[in-house]
Structure formats: C-alpha cells, structure tokens
C-alpha cells in the first residue's frame, strides 16, 4: 500500500515558488474505500490576486528566457516524471479510482507530452512571406499571451494538466492552475517536479479551492489573459460567458456522447474488445468513453450476446489490485448521477439488460462502485443517448444501414469522438468525411488519443480550439506580424505597390 508523506496528506498552495498554507482546508477521499487521503486548500479569490501578480512579473523574465531553454526544462520535466512514474500512477489511482493500469498510462502521456513540447522549444515556427512592396520583408512570429489560467476537472488530473501547462510554458507564459479538489494529489506532484526541475518561482502556480471562487476570480483578474478550461457543458457554458465580459480567450474542452458504429461487415469480436475498453476503462468517466454503441441490425443480436458475456468478466474494484479491470465511481454525487440515469432509462422503454445497480465491494464498503450497464432497445432521442451519464453505462442503438448510422451518430449536440468497425475500404473514407466529431477511430473504440494530434471537438463538446498537438499552442500564443522596410524611404502598403 502506498503511503504518503506529509506535505501529501497536508496539500498546500503554491504560489510565487512557495508553499501557502492556507487555514479553510476540504477533505479528500479515496473513491475506492471512501477513507480520508489528504486535506486540500479551500482558498480565497485573494490567492489568485497574490499568485497573478507574481505570475505577471516572473513572465516577463521567463519570455526573455530563450525557447530551447525553456524547452530543456520541460525535458527535465519529463525525465523526472518518467523517473517517478510509478510512484504517481499509484498516487493517481489513490485519489481518481482508476486501475493501476489505466493510471500508468495516464501519467505516460504527460511524460510524452513533455518531451514533445520539449521539441517544440526548437520550433515554435511563425511564417516569411513576400512583402507586396520592393526592399520589404514580411513575417509573423509565435508570442506568449502572459499569464494564462487553466481549469482542469478529476477525471485526467495529471495528462489534461500536461496538456495545457507544458505548451503554454515552452512558449514563454506563466501558468495559474485551478486543478479538481477531488484529485488535488497530481498537481501536488507536478508542481514539485517543477521546483526541482528549477522552474524560476512565479511562472507556475496552484491554487486549490471552488469553481465559483476561484475559478471565477481566476476569469475576472485582468492579469490572466487566456483560460483554459476541461469539464462539464454547464460549467463551460458559465465559463465562456464570463470571459466573454472580460473580453478573455477562452478555451474550452466539454466532454461528449461517443458513439461506437459496427457495421455488418466488421469483426465483431474486435469491435467488442474495443466497446469494452472504450465504454468501461475509467468507468466510463472519460469525455471520450463510448456511451452509444450504433449496429446494424444484421448483426445487432451476435454483438448484443457476446458484447454481455464479455461483460461478464469484467471484475469491479479497488484499482490498485491489478486484477480489477474497473475502478470506482469518482463519488457519491457521481454514483447519484448514473442512478439517476438509470431510472430515465427505464422510464423512457429501454431494457436493462445488463448491471444498473450500485455495487458492494467486499471490503471496500464505503467505495463508490457502479455494475458495467448495458441498455438495449434504445432510440436516438432518448435521454440516454443524448445527455453525458459519466458512467459505466452504455446504450445500444440498432439502425438499418450506413446511412442511418452516420446520422445517428451525428444527432447529439456534442462531437467529439466516434468510431466505426468495417472492413470496408469506402466506408471508412465515408465515415471520415461524414461523422462530424473532432476524432473519429477506424476498427478501434472511442478513446485512445496521442498527444501530437489534436484533441477536441465541434458543436457542444467545444469552441473551436483544441488541446495537444502542436494546436495548442494556439490557445496560449498570440501572432505577431512584423515587416521590416530596408527600402530606405516611405513605401505605403496598397498605394506604392505599383511604382
Ligand atoms: O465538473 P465541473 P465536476 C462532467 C461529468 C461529471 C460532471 C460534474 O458528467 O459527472 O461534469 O463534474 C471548475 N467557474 N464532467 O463537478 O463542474 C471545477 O472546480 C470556473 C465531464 O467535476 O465542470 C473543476 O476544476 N471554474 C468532463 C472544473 O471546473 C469552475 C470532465 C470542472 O468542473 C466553475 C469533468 C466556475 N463557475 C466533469 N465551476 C469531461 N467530459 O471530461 C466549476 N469549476
């Protein structure tokens, strides 16, 4: 069993490169047992006026710093965190639920994430481009906003973190971070890579405490240019609103109503392997986790049988034993949630076919378990299918043909992810083109995202910007187009082009 020290169970702000004990503190559970793990800062607004000072003044130096520099830090990062990988996986698993295994990917892709943006120190490319006049030259340049806020929910605590936080550093900004005071472990671990790595004080700081104090003094300090949120729709929703009367760049990433399509021609047994991994991994609390499975009604009954008896091996309980394949239920308001979804389902006409009950884990009592759940019977409107459960949960879908299921798919108010299992070539060119989500996976499941692509999606699952790949340094970067006239006299663009 893990043990933490002190300063774990003792979580402190980190603001201006020191420790701020803060007296208004929470208590933080392990979602496997429900016992207390550690107690988090509840802050007040005024840590963020204190952390947002410091931040605009150390970022001023850190842009100074030049890129490669910065990049080599992160490097370091990224070596730390490779170093300590298993340590964080299980801390991870302590305060999230997910199984050991889950976790250590998890942290595997903030280690990624580091290195990659490492390389992106030595590119950070802006463009050249011909001036209209003679004797002028022209080009745009990649700048750092400033200071940034990032917002980040429980259910990847440590990859989201890396995702926002790595890009905006390497490209010269200082970072607020507001992580989940359910999973306030990672960040605790983050920031003190940072420190030993010898990130100068000041350009990254963690203030634990609410959305609505913190989070909104976060959105209205004049200081903080860019917030970059992942979470739910609502609370997107208020923090787009926000920033919109702050004139602020806003990110947002919000979650989404995956669909898995198999099509008649498709391997099933593959497309099971990848409906359970997509659907249940993380107890279905990913924003990418299929929670719609759309088959065609040709082999809707064989994948209905086998897709329940291999539910039936999928053992629930305390992450850390390796020989669970699901983790708990982040809470009790999560498990009330996915009850609540339950009964919608059942009142709406769709047959439970598997699970729908809350589960007692020997020896894990207080734990908050949940049954892998399957309904079948379902129709596209229904609210099973529509709205995000964040649970083990999902619903199948039978549907006539191709057609009907690239608009099945479609008609959610999220887009984010969505996968077809085929054998057919133009299908799959079709399914491209046709589903509308920001990722889409052929013969795979929902989830499975690399950090040099691009992760995010269109209609309610976001604004148009992405995090990971090298698009996130869109969010945490201004262009800045500069022409240098070596003419020696006034040249007036438009006017003198054709002298
Ligand atoms: O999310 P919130 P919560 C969904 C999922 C889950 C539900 C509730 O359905 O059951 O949301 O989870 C901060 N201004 N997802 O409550 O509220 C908050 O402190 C500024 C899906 O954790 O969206 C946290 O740091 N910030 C999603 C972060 O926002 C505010 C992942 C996310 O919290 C704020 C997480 C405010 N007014 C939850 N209110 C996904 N799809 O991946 C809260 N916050």
């Known amino acids: 069993m893990i043990t933490l020290t002190n300063e774990e169970r003792n979580l402190k702000n980190f ?121 002028k030259f022209a080009m745009s340049e990649r700048c750092p906003v400033g200071v940034v806020g990032i917002i980040t929910p429980w259910n990847f605590p440590i990859a989201i973190a890396t995702w926002k936080s790595f890009p905006a550093i390497v490209s010269g900004n200082a970072v607020i971070w507001k992580p989940s005071s359910e999973t306030p472990l990672m960040a605790n671990e983050l920031a003190r890579i940072f420190e030993e790595a010898g990130l100068p004080k000041g350009i990254l700081h963690v203030v634990y405490g ?133 009964e919608i389902g059942k009142e709406e006409g769709a047959k439970l076919a598997a699970g729908g009950k809350q589960l007692t884990v020997e020896n894990y009592e207080k734990g908050f378990y949940f049954e892998p759940t399957l309904f079948t019977d379902v129709t596209i409107d229904m609210r099973i299918a529509q709205e995000e459960i964040f649970g083990p949960v999902v619903s199948l879908i039978e549907v006539n043909n191709f057609e009907e299921a690239i608009a099945a798919n479609n008609k959610v108010k999220y887009g984010l992810s969505s996968s077809i299992f085929t054998q057919d070539v133009n299908r799959v060119f079709q399914a491209q083109r046709d589903l509308d989500t920001g990722i889409v996976y052929v013969n795979a499941g929902t989830t499975g995202a690399e950090i040099h692509l691009p992760f995010g999606g269109t209609k309610g699952t976001g604004n148009g910007h992405r995090d990971s790949g090298v698009q996130a340094l869109d969010v945490f970067t201004e262009w800045k187009a500069v022409y240098v006239d070596y003419s020696g006299k006034l040249q007036r663009a438009q006017i003198d082009t054709d002298a």
Not at 92 to 108: D, P, W, Y
Not at 239 to 251: I, R, W
Not at 309 to 322: C, I, P, Q, R, Y
């Open 15 to 135: 603001i201006n490169g020191e420790w701020t004990e803060v007296t208004n503190k929470e208590k933080v559970y392990n979602p496997a047992n429900g016992e207390v793990i550690a107690e988090v800062p509840n802050s007040s607004a005024e840590a963020i006026t204190q952390a947002a000072e410091s931040a605009g003044i150390a970022q001023r130096e850190w842009a100074l710093v030049p890129a490669p520099q910065r990049a080599e830090l992160l490097y370091k990062v990224g070596t730390m965190m490779k170093e300590r990988k298993e340590r964080l996986s299980q801390l991870l698993t302590l305060e999230n639920g997910k199984v050991i295994e889950e976790a250590r990917g998890e942290v595997q892709e903030g280690i990624d994430m580091a290195f990659y943006m490492a390389g992106e120190g030595r590119r950070l490319f802006g463009q050249t481009t011909p001036s209209e006049l003679k004797d």
């Open 210 to 342: 609410s959305g609505t104090t913190v989070g909104q003094a976060m959105i209205e300090h004049d200081a903080i240019r860019v917030i970059s949120f992942t979470g739910s729709n609502e609370t997107g929703r208020k923090v787009a609103t926000e920033c919109g009367k702050q004139l602020k760049k806003v990110s947002l990433e919000m979650g989404g109503k995956n669909a898995v399509i198999v099509m008649e021609d498709a391997d099933i047994d593959l497309a099971v392997e990848g409906i359970l991994w997509s659907a249940f991994g993380t107890s279905g609390q990913r924003c990418t986790a299929c929670s719609r499975v759309i088959v065609h009604k040709a082999v809707r009954k064989t994948l209905e049988e086998r897709l329940l008896e291999a539910m039936k091996n999928l053992t629930t309980g305390d992450g850390l034993d390796s020989n669970n394949k699901i983790g708990p239920i982040i809470n009790q308001a999560g498990l009330d949630k996915i009850l609540k979804y339950i």
